[in-house]
């Protein structure tokens, strides 16, 4: 059985945070990935962030990722890190502590982490509606990887389904790869992104449908088109559906945070909906209620990029400092630094939700 | 293949990729060595990867995280293969899956 001193689980912009920490304390880091490529959805972002300049607000996704990539490069030289891609979580055993994971589709392994940061990132919801299980119905996420870290065209016309974030800018870098967008529909009555993202689409001449959503997906065996459905406040339908014409519906309708380990680690968890979905407690170190293991990023709740890395900073840091690497000097300097930046990030009203979320989740310290 | 030549920001560098040749349900066709199968059969123009063992629904792209089992597929000879996550390789043998999938029997 393999041993490593802190498994770091996911390979996104938290993961990689955590994993350049730990190893810039000193800590021997296993980071397992389950995709092909590394850095998580920042790979697939090609719009500036925002956030503060110690995130590197400004700069695009993906070159946040390759900054990433490089300070890790560093570690990986000295032998501080070790990287695994195309390696699968598939279980924590609380009996003895051990992880198993799967590289490509048959090749099982087990490995003794001494502590765990789990970023595993988030799921992408579905919404019910006949025929959604039909062949051209994806989620922003898949579109994303199709056209933007493969250069695959994904289709013809695409209906966007949800107005948050995510379906405006996946519009917007869907427009970029040429693709034609037939509208984006919102079953709420305002758009739930940044104004400035659905402002670049609208001047685009893409219509955003608020109270619409769509009501059947059409086609035999692949999509032809849709059935969109205006409603009221109560969701109730308004007329009669319109049939739109598409070859793609993508759906853009929020995130869920992956979180099977940290039950199977019997982590004391809690359903928040401003986080989206269940999460676990953890307190201001991200320790969970299991002393040995940490969470960051979407997988303690849904949250932008910039939080996710330094979040992932923190539990990095906690975890090598519960196997005294690092001096307690250096560990209450950054500590510090970094939850300033997250209170920075999450400041204002964008933040009030988050802040919300966390009150619900977040203790001083564990008894 | 339809993939995306023009971007302005991307450089996907599509030539300088290692191009190889597979079968798709014994159709030979084109790819990129190292990719996943799930986006070589997309750019190919193939939607549908396979047949729900009940309803007999098609199935095709849909996390392309290797979480959601839409993409499931039969790769020389071994069925539910995530197509999304699993790289391509010159030769290799990629076949709609129909139900559960046949495990080949062992010689």
Known sequence: MKSTEILVIGGGPAGLSAAIEAASLGAEVTVLDSDLKLGGQLIKQTHKFFGSKEEHAGTRGLAIADILFEELEGHQASGKVKVLSNATATGYYKEDGVVSYVVGEDEYVRIKPRKIVMATGAQERLIPFPNNDLPGVYGAGAIQTLMNVYGVTPGDKVLMVGAGNIGLIVSYQLMQAGVQIVGILEALPKIGGYWVHAAKIRRMGVPILLQHTISEALGDNLIEGALIQEIDNCFKPVGSPKKVDCDIICLAVGLTPTCELLWQADCSMKFVPQLCGYVARRDALMRTSHPDIWVAGDAAGIEEASAAMVEGRIAGLAAAASLSHGTPEEHKERSALYHKRLEDLRAGEVGEKIRAGLCEVCCECWG | MKLIENHPILDFHHEDKKKITFSFDGRKMEGFAGEPIAAALHANGVR??????????????????????????????????????????EGMRVETQTGKGVVAAEG
């Open chain 2, 48 to 89: 549908t990867y396979r047949i729900t063992p009940e309803m007999k629904r098609p199935r095709g792209f849909f996390c392309a995280i290797g979480k959601c089992s839409s993409c499931f597929m039969t790769v020389n000879g071994v069925p539910n293969v995530r197509t999304c996550v699993t790289p391509l390789e």
